[in-house]
């Protein structure tokens, strides 16, 4: 089959693309992959698409472009893996071709599926339990994970060190390792780094033997890393299977990575200060109204209340689909010294370490959900055959 994939971000291409499009083209399968708008690209998207060995590699483009060029695509079938479902659905009228949508929550544009061959598919069936008609598969940010001890430049060792580069731990700890996750999006990385570094001198200052690393992607240059390097935080590049599961303890913010942090069993501190807000974008109108002066503070606060208020107040992903504190959060006005001290009483207390490992661990599943998504889209009808699954979903 010819298979069109799209995606946006960088969490969507690197955790969810990656396991499909190697997956597809082990079958035997021709795979476009095209890159949709995002408010939240990192920049390098094309880069890192480009070591996906696809066929086709189309994007990014303007919304207008990208919507004309869909109508022309020739395919056989339509994957949406992140990014507004308008384009998917736009891709699956023209071809005429069904649509498989893979998601973590309910998605707004599900209801112009009706009278498509449209099918839902996401992680975890708590997630289900959300999407009417949803089918849980496993997460597809597992299946990537594996990848990275299997791919020769993405599996440099995070964690060797400089003969004498290590104190001598004291009386409660024995060098543990704390693993930094600056984030995607360059402003937002830009931002982190002296607040980061705030935060590892605090650290150090509370547990003097500890090793910090700062985790970057494989595809990020090799300049970037030069002021982290500069600033004592010790960045690498490395896939994130390989850095995480040689880590103690890891800080980081929201996103897919919270994820990573549970397939790899990995306790961490997930922060979001409230001083890094202005940096987050907002999409639509409400993101438009948060640029305005005065009132784009209040707006963005909102926002968080209702993001928070849904969740049942929590910023992970992991306790998000568990209901419940696995992983440590902290959220708001905190500062790096108040973070370090967080971090510094986890690295304290090696039993509930042990706990949380464990919890996390049990929450991961099986992998192979690249592969049964495969056999999905195999196992779909043809042509004119009814298919509407997750219609009612907003």
């Known amino acids: 089959m010819r298979v069109t994939i799209l995606t946006n971000g960088p969490g969507e291409l690197w955790g969810w693309v990656r396991p499909v499009a190697m997956e597809l083209r082990r079958r035997g399968h021709s795979v476009s992959l095209w890159l949709l708008p995002c408010q939240f690209a990192s920049g390098h998207e094309r880069e890192a698409a480009s070591l996906l060995g696809v066929d086709k590699l189309e994007g990014p483009m303007s919304a207008a472009r990208l919507w004309r060029a869909l109508g022309e695509e020739r395919t056989d079938c339509a994957v949406q893996l992140g990014g507004d479902l308008a384009f998917g659905l736009r891709l699956s009228k023209a071809a005429r071709v069904p649509l498989t949508c893979y998601t973590y929550g309910p998605k707004k544009g599900l209801k112009g599926g009706e009278g498509l061959r449209l099918s839902v598919l996401t992680a975890f069936p708590s997630q289900a339990l959300q999407i009417p008609n949803a089918r849980p598969i496993g997460d597809l940010v597992q299946d990537s994970l594996l990848m990275d001890a299997q791919t020769p430049q993405f599996s440099q060792a995070a964690w060797d060190w400089p003969e004498g580069q290590v104190s001598p731990g004291d009386a409660n700890l024995t060098s543990p390792r704390v693993l930094f996750l600056p984030g995607s999006r360059p402003a937002i990385r830009r931002a982190a780094l002296p607040w980061l570094a705030v935060v590892e001198e605090s650290l150090r200052a509370l547990c003097p033997s500890v090793r910090v690393r700062t985790l970057f992607p494989p595809f990020v240059p090799e300049a970037e890393l030069r002021p982290w390097r500069d600033a004592g935080l010790n960045p690498v590049r490395t896939g994130a299977g390989i850095a995480m599961r040689g880590a103690d303890f890891a800080l980081t913010q929201p996103g897919t990575n919270t994820l990573e942090l549970m397939h790899c069993g990995l306790p961490s501190l ?42 049942g107040g929590f910023i992970s992903l992991p306790n998000r689909i568990s209901g419940r504190r696995i992983l440590d959060e902290a959220w708001g006005d905190i500062s790096p010294q108040q973070v370090a001290e967080r971090v510094a009483a986890s690295l304290r207390a090696p039993e509930a370490l042990a706990q949380t490992r464990a919890e996390l661990l049990a929450m991961s599943g099986r992998p192979g959900a690249a592969g049964r998504l495969c056999d999905a889209i195999s196992a779909l009808p043809e042509e004119n055959a009814p298919l509407t699954v997750g219609a009612e979903a907003e």
């Open 270 to 311: 997930v922060a979001a200060p409230s001083s890094f807000l202005g940096l987050v974008p907002i999409p639509g109108l409400r993101g438009m109204l948060a640029s305005l002066p005065l009132v784009g503070n209040a707006i963005r606060r909102g926002a968080v209340r209702h993001i928070l208020g849904r969740w």
